[in-house]
């Protein structure tokens, strides 16, 4: 299961003006357990629904899978913030990270997957050009059905398709969209499209463990029952545990104090493996959109949340460690690492008399990685810059789960501690309606 160190957060590794003293943050877990209590209550009257996902069943969903995919090149995900950068994050965990270049074959017969989540017209006309409709699976995503952005993409598929296959056009979509409301919904009842739900209460940024990351995984060939059993597994975990022992709650605890209390109100997310690159872009929005509130759940103004950032070992150690090591210390780094990678890999045993490159002959690149890691952590301590590891046992169906549950859970024990609505987006709202207006829509 994950486990988290979190001594590099502690006055006696970084100073007493940039790290918390244990008492302190005993003190504080212990001020605030209640939260965890509340958190329960709250699921337990059907407030918290993302909470259950991990026990659905995925059996419609692995049957048309199994039915449908390897009768199709391509699977195209229209959808937008929630509604794709979980499913990226999933394939880019699970899947080969060149999984769109490998022959059939090589892909075991699952489809290519490409995901548009923007309007960007270059983009748009560039898959279009590349992919053959009538040999793609076209996954609509939104819940509301009045989001613009995947609605004008459905729009085009929509046109393609049926210019293409006529009456036909029907077996190459599949509607993600709410149980009972909206266009879509309409639509799917009036034309008997294969449809599935994003569940009621569930928010964009917090589906990725619904039918919205859980379809797109299925279609490449993800294990998503193991999936869901990781975050299950994470679930039970937290939820029999003491408040001091809880891994989110704590977590959220540490997050909330660097930012109120010594003035760390940037988090960077820091994976050490490629594959775990887009975990960290899909916790931005979590993490943003969650806590950036301008009222507190009382109606008062109070402008908060800290903001997330996101890096990748080791490349970002060329281009923002520089930064973080001598820069404003002003940022909480989590750093995210796999205890056992996939693949083990030699460097070749050349230029052993070599002083510059010697060193590295016969040495693995996982032992690179794991030392470039060691390194930066050691650097940022030495400097007084706080941070904190997440580590997986491995990259698996199990653990990319539990790490999914185990960051939104976080996100919702921190809405507790910034007292603020976790699961609304005001903000993001006030945008989408300017946009509807500018393109003629009547409010």
Avoid at 366 to 392: F, M, V, W
Wanted: proline content about 6%; hydrophobic content about 40%.
């Amino acid at each position: 299961m994950i486990t988290i160190n979190f001594n590099n957060v502690l006055s006696g590794r970084v100073g007493q003006k940039h790290g918390l003293t244990r008492s302190k943050l005993n003190q504080v877990i212990k001020k605030h357990a209640h939260i965890c209590r509340q958190i329960q209550k709250e699921r337990q009257v059907g407030q918290l629904p993302f909470m259950d996902l991990p026990y659905q069943s995925v059996n419609a969903i692995w049957k048309l899978a199994r039915q449908k995919a390897r009768r199709y090149e391509n699977f195209v995900l229209l959808g937008i913030g929630g509604s794709a950068l979980g499913p990226i994050a999933l394939h880019r965990s699970l899947n080969h990270p060149f999984h769109n270049v490998l022959d059939r074959r090589q892909r075991k017969n699952w489809p290519r997957l490409f995901i548009l989540d923007n309007v960007d017209p270059e983009e748009i006309n560039a898959l279009f050009k590349l992919i053959d409709p009538k040999k793609t699976i076209f996954n609509v995503i939104t819940k509301s059905g009045t989001t613009a952005e995947p609605v004008s993409c459905f729009m085009l598929a929509l046109s393609i398709l049926k210019r293409k296959l006529g009456a036909r056009y029907k077996n190459n979509l599949i509607v993600t969209t709410d149980p009972k409301k909206g266009f879509l919904r309409r639509m799917v009842e009036q034309e008997k499209l294969v449809s599935f739900e994003v569940p009621p209460g569930v928010g964009g940024r917090y589906s990725v463990l619904s039918p919205v990351g859980l379809v797109p995984a299925a279609f490449t060939g993800i294990d998503i029952k193991k999936v869901l059993a990781g975050a299950a597994k994470m679930d039970r975990l937290c939820q029999r545990a003491k408040p001091g022992k809880n891994p989110a709650y704590v977590s959220s605890v540490i997050n909330f104090l660097f930012d109120h209390k010594k003035n760390k109100n940037m988090l960077v997310m820091m994976p050490y493996s490629s594959a775990l690159k887009d975990m960290a872009d899909w916790f931005r929005q979590l993490w943003a959109e969650s806590l950036g509130k301008k009222y507190n759940v009382k109606g008062r103004k109070v402008f908060t949340g800290s903001t997330p950032l996101k890096a990748l070992g080791v490349t970002d150690q060329h281009s923002q460690v520089q930064l973080y090591n001598e820069g404003p210390n002003d940022k909480l780094i989590v750093f995210i690492e796999p205890g056992k990678y996939r693949t083990k890999l030699t460097i070749p045993s050349l230029f052993k008399n070599v002083p510059e490159a010697g060193f590295l002959a016969g040495k693995t690149f996982n032992q690179l990685i794991r030392a470039e890691k060691k390194g930066t952590e050691i650097a940022l301590t030495d400097n007084q810059r706080p941070n904190y590891t997440i580590k997986l046992p491995n990259i698996s169906p199990e653990s990319v789960g539990a790490l999914f549950y185990f960051l939104e859970l976080q996100t919702a024990y921190a809405g507790k501690l910034y007292n603020v609505n976790a699961f609304d987006q005001p903000g993001v709202e006030a945008g989408k309606i300017a946009t509807l207006k500018l393109m003629g829509k009547k409010m």
